[in-house]
């Protein structure tokens, strides 16, 4: 495990007063703060600083992981930097205790992946029907007798070291005639058979993500689904996430929202310097999961909110059922009310997949800008272009196109497009500029650009493009250096920053 650091800023050296646990390293400057580079994990102060130290810090520490003692008084500049950083009190007597408890969930590297329905195996003797729904679920039905059998499990083992925590999110649908519960089993690790821990979550448990520790011992955990009852049982995904136990999902400071139907959304907001505009960031197409763009999205300076999801595999393009989509619209409301700012003070964006979420949630909040990078739109074309024009590049359209669109015919194909098209359509865009660096030869949608500017029915509305020649892929720091570009100059011209 990767250690963490603590930079104190102090009078004593905590390494000469506490017991630091193994898995932590106390940085502590002895003369003036110095400028680096590295962003630590933790900082804590134990005094005020001058305004040039506290913009160091300000560069060298993340939000929700700035803590102060409370043996001395803030000052104006340290309040403010606290204030900006989401800080928080640590008693003086309780240092020990935060050491021992809470450093281990400031980690630096999060992680997070979902099982592949590949990955699944069927129990030998299940006499049921089993369907594989492309890379989005495994449907069975069947009979599984009165009592719990193991009906499914994940072929690959999951490690967890000691001490470590990670936590499991079961998507699945089932009738009503059918119970499930997921075991997880530690193995002692080297050994094939023998078991070090062992864990069994009901669905009174599963409502909420569980969690388990490696209080005995490192060692691999093998995960499978046990049924009781009969009828239909979707198995959609199963997730596991290194744990941060009550400091956030992914990020410290990381939101988790989700849905009746039990799909998720993520959101992690950074404050900034709380001056307009709030720029929302929409993550693009990943297999690991977790949220994107924090770095470029903090040196812009301004309050921030990333946007994630996981659903089918490496994302779902946002779109959803009505409460899915009500939810993404009063996530970001939520953080605009915060900030007390107005829709003209909002920034969507997004690159590829996120494109998707930052125009058509552009239809609910009609924001100042939208900053678009290689957009995608028309996501029924995109998979058909799944058959000749980019064979096996992207089969996650394939899911979506049956998912959403109901079916995988030419019907289908248009009621997907529509989808899209039929929201921007109907939206008065009329104070909202879109700003767009587009590929050529797209091999995913290369109408998406031309189809923007003869569906947007607004008087008023500014579109700027700039194209680049490739496929969808070719390109991808050409794209990305425009887009941080204009995000400069709307940042610079029309908000004087």
Known sequence: MDRIRIFQIGTENWSNQYLIPENVKVIFPTDEIEMRKEIYEIVVLERNLSEEEAEKVLAMSMTYC??????????????????????????????????????????????????????????QGFKGSIKWNGQYSVSIYGDYGMVFNQIAFWR?????????????????????????????????????????????????????????????????????????????????????????????????????YVTSEREEIFAYFDPGDLKPPLAVYFSGYKTQEGFEGLHMMRKMGCPFLLIAEQRF???????????????????????????????????????????????YYGCDL??????????????????????????????????????????????????????????????????????VSYMFEDDYDDTAYNRLLTELNSAGVQVYGKGLHGRHNDNTAGIGAWFKGQYDRILRDDFER
């Open 66 to 123: 700035l803590f102060a003692i409370d043996s001395f008084k803030m000052d104006r500049i340290t309040a403010n930097l606290f204030r900006r950083r989401k800080g928080r009190i640590i008693q003086k007597d309780n240092i020990q205790q935060f050491l021992n408890e809470d450093a281990k969930k400031f980690f630096p590297k999060p992680y997070g992946e979902k099982f592949k329905p590949e990955n699944v195996g069927i129990a």
């Open 313 to 359: 595999e490496g994302g779902g393009f946002y779109i959803g059922s009505p409460e899915y989509e009500l939810l993404m619209v009063s996530i970001i409301e939520k953080h605009l009310n915060k900030l007390r700012f107005f829709p003209e003070q909002l920034i969507l964006s997004g690159i590829s997949m996120g494109t998707i979420g930052a125009m």
């Open 156 to 256: 690959t083992n999951i490690p967890l070291e000691k001490g470590q925590a990670i936590e499991f999110w079961l998507e699945y649908r089932k009738d009503e005639g059918v119970e499930v519960e997921l075991s997880i089993k530690q193995f002692v690790s080297g050994s094939l058979a023998d078991v070090l821990d062992s864990w069994v979550f009901t669905e009174e448990d599963l409502k909420n993500p569980v969690m388990i520790e490696g209080t005995k011992g490192s060692g691999p955990l093998y995960c499978s689904l046990r049924a009781r009852g009969g009828g239909k049982l979707d198995i959609i995904a199963l997730h596991d996430r290194i744990s941060r136990w009550d400091q956030g999902i992914f990020l410290v400071g990381g939101e988790r």
């Open 366 to 435: 009609k924001p100042h800008a939208l900053i678009l990078g290689k957009p995608l739109s028309s996501l029924g074309t995109i998979a058909s272009n799944e058959r000749l024009k980019r064979p096996k590049g992207f089969p996650t359209s394939l899911d979506l196109l049956h998912h959403h669109g109901q079916g995988m015919d030419d019907a289908a194909i248009e009621r997907l497009n529509d989808r899209f098209w039929d929201k921007i359509k109907k939206t008065d865009f009329s104070h909202t500029k879109f700003i």
